[in-house]
C-alpha cells in the first residue's frame, strides 16, 4: 500500500471492478470504506456509458468497524443476486478491508448457497499488486473458473472453428484508446479473412467463456491485461498466442507474419490450403498507412535528431520508442515505464533505441529527468502532459493514465494500420507547435499585433520585471521556454528574486563560460 497524491497505477481493487464491469452480465461488489467508491464515477464520466456501472459498495463503516461485517456482506451479495440476476458476482477486498482481517472466502461460500449466480472472491493481493496486476489476474481467475466449470459439467468444446478463429483478449473499461483499437483490430482480422471467436473482458459474457478453446490463436494487443490469461490457455489447451502489439508499420506486419504462421499449422491440414499475407501486408503500408509515405516526406526529414521523452505503461511506451527511433528518425533521449513488474521485458524491447532507460512509478522522478533532458518533446502519460506544460514542452499522450480528452467520441485508433496513421499525426503536430509559435512571430498573428505573455514558471518566487519579458518576447518560440529556465535556474543559483535584461545577459554569459 502507497501513500501518493498521484499515482500512475491505481490500488488493486480497482483493477478487478474494470475487468468485472466490461463483462456482461456481471457484478462487482466492492468491500470498502465510502470513499473508496468514485469508480462508479470515474467510469461512467471517463466511458461516457449509458447505463449504471454494475459496481456496489459494500460499505465499511463505523458499525462494521466495532462489530465487524457480520451478515453485511452477505446479505448484500444476495441482494443484488435476486435484483440484477447477474450470471457472475464478483466480490473484491480493498486495503481497508483487509486490514481488517475478515474472512470474506467465508461470505463468498456462505452467499453462494442461497444464490442464483455464481460468486467469486477477487484473488489478488491488495499490498503486493496495482491496478494492472490485478487486472490481468482476475481476468484470468474469471477465465480458469468457467473453464473448470465446463469441464465439470462436461459441456467443455475444444474442437477448433472450421475457418481460422482468433480470440482478442485484453479489451477493457477505462483502457487507452480500447475501443478504437478493438474496433481496429476486427477490421484487420476480417481482412485477413479470421473470425473473431470471442473478445474478452469487453462486451463478452462469461456463459460463453467455454468456448475460448475453440478459436485458432489467442491475440494479446496489451501486456498489461491478457497475458496471465493467454498463457493459461497455452498450458491447459495448448493454444498459441500472439503477444506483438500491432502499433506502428513494422511491429503491425510482425504481428500478420505471426498469425500467418499460427494459422498455416492447422490450414494445409484443415483447409487444404496456405495463406500468405504478405500482398496484404505491402498493400497497406504503401496505400492504407500514411505512416510509411510520410517518414520518407520532407516534413518528417525535419525531425531527424530532435530529442524526444517517451514514458507510459510497458505495451505503449516501448512501441512508441521503436516506431520514433526506427521509423521517423527521431532520437529518443530516454525512454520510461512505471510498470516496474516487467522490467526486464521492457529494457530488452527498448535498449538499442534509447539513450538511457528509467524504471519507476514516481512522477517526479520522471519531470526531474524530463526538465534534465531538455527534449523537444515528450510522449507520456496525463502526468507527462502536465509535466510538459509546466516547462513549456509539448506533450502528445501516448498511454494511461489519462485525462477525458483521450477517451474520443470520435474515431482514434492506435493499434493497425489506421493507428499509423494517428500516431505520426501526433508525433507531427507535437513537434511542430513551437515553429509554429516562431512563425506567428515573424509574420504576425491574425488576429492582433498586442503580445499577449503569461508566465511560464511554475514557482511563485521569482517575478520577471516588464523589459525581461519583453526581450523574452523577442526570443524565437522553438527556444524561448529552454532559455527561460536557463535563466530562472541561474537566478535561483545566485538568489536572486527578481529577472531583469542584466540577469537574462548575464545568465547567458554563465552558460556560455
Known amino acids: ?157 475444444i474442437s477448433l472453428t472450421k475457418k481460422p478463429s482468433a480470440n482478442i483478449i485484453g479489451i477493457f473499461t477505462l ?67 500472439i503477444s506483438t502489439t500491432p502499433m506502428g508499420v513494422v511491429d503491425t506486419a510482425n504481428c500478420i507474419r505471426q498469425i500467418q504462421k499460427h494459422i498455416n499449422i492447422w490450414s494445409h491440414i484443415l483447409l487444404g490450403k496456405i495463406f500468405d499475407f504478405e500482398p496484404y501486408i505491402d498493400e497497406q503500408t504503401r496505400f492504407i498507412s500514411q505512416a510509411a509515405w510520410f517518414s520518407r516526406s520532407i516534413d518528417c526529414q525535419n525531425l531527424t535528431g530532435k530529442k524526444a521523452v517517451v514514458f507510459g505503461d510497458a505495451t505503449h511506451a516501448a512501441s512508441m520508442t521503436k516506431i520514433l527511433a526506427c521509423e521517423m528518425g527521431i532520437r529518443v533521449s530516454c525512454t520510461g515505464t512505471y510498470c516496474k513488474h516487467d522490467e526486464e521485458w521492457f529494457k530488452e524491447q527498448v535498449q538499442n533505441f534509447c539513450d538511457e532507460i528509467l524504471i519507476t512509478d514516481d512522477h517526479t522522478e520522471v519531470g526531474d529527468m524530463i526538465a534534465r533532458v531538455e527534449p523537444s518533446a515528450i510522449f507520456g502519460t496525463q502526468m507527462e502532459r502536465h509535466i510538459g506544460k509546466r516547462l513549456d514542452i509539448p506533450c502528445g499522450v501516448i498511454s494511461s493514465p489519462v485525462h477525458i480528452q483521450n477517451f474520443p467520441l470520435g474515431y482514434r485508433p492506435f493499434l493497425g494500420y489506421e ?61 524561448r521556454g529552454k532559455i527561460k529556465r536557463n535563466t530562472e535556474k541561474f537566478a535561483r543559483q545566485n538568489n536572486i528574486p527578481k529577472i531583469t535584461v542584466e540577469v537574462m545577459y548575464a545568465a547567458k554569459e554563465h552558460l556560455s563560460a
Not at 477477487?122 to 494492472?132: G, P, Q
Request: proline share 4%; hydrophobic share 40%; with cysteine.
Open 1 to 157: 500500500m502507497k501513500l501518493a497524491y498521484w499515482m500512475y497505477a491505481g490500488p488493486a481493487h480497482i483493477g478487478t471492478l474494470r475487468v468485472a464491469s466490461s463483462f456482461k452480465n456481471v457484478h462487482a461488489i466492492m468491500h470498502a470504506p465510502l470513499g473508496d467508491d468514485y469508480f462508479n464515477v470515474m467510469r461512467s464520466m471517463l466511458e461516457r456509458e449509458r447505463d449504471f456501472t454494475p459496481v456496489t459498495a459494500s460499505i465499511v463503516d463505523r458499525h462494521v468497524l466495532a462489530r465487524g461485517s457480520q451478515e453485511k456482506v452477505v446479505d448484500n451479495i444476495t441482494r443484488k443476486d435476486k435484483q440484477e440476476r447477474p450470471d457472475l458476482i464478483v466480490l473484491t477486498p480493498t486495503c481497508t478491508s483487509s486490514i481488517l482481517q475478515e474472512d470474506l472466502q467465508n461470505f463468498v461460500e456462505r452467499a453462494s448457497m442461497s444464490s442464483d449466480s455464481d460468486v467469486i472472491l477477487a484473488d489478488v493481493n491488495h499490498y503486493r499488486i496495482n491496478e494492472l496486476q490485478a487486472a490481468d489476474r482476475t481476468l484470468e481467475q474469471v477465465v480458469r473458473y468457467y473453464l473448470e466449470k465446463a469441464r465439470r459439467q462436461g459441456n467443455l468444446n
Open 175 to 241: 483502457g487507452f484508446h480500447n475501443q478504437h483499437d478493438c474496433r481496429e483490430l476486427k477490421r484487420l482480422l476480417q481482412d485477413l479473412g479470421i473470425l473473431i471467436n470471442q473478445i474478452i473482458p469487453e462486451g463478452g459474457f462469461v456463459e460463453n467463456l467455454h468456448e475460448l478453446p475453440k478459436a485458432w490463436f489467442n491475440l494479446v494487443p496489451y501486456r498489461e491485461v491478457g497475458l496471465m490469461t493467454a498463457l493459461y490457455l497455452e498450458k491447459e489447451f495448448g493454444m498459441p498466442y
Open 419 to 479: 493507428g499509423t496513421n494517428q500516431i505520426a499525426d501526433l508525433v507531427y503536430n507535437s513537434f511542430t507547435l513551437g515553429m509554429e509559435d516562431h512563425l506567428l512571430e515573424i509574420f504576425g498573428g491574425h488576429d492582433t499585433k498586442e503580445v499577449i505573455t503569461k508566465s511560464l514558471s511554475t514557482d511563485t518566487d521569482l517575478t520577471w520585471n516588464s523589459e525581461s519579458q519583453l526581450e523574452l518576447n523577442k526570443i524565437p518560440g522553438f527556444v
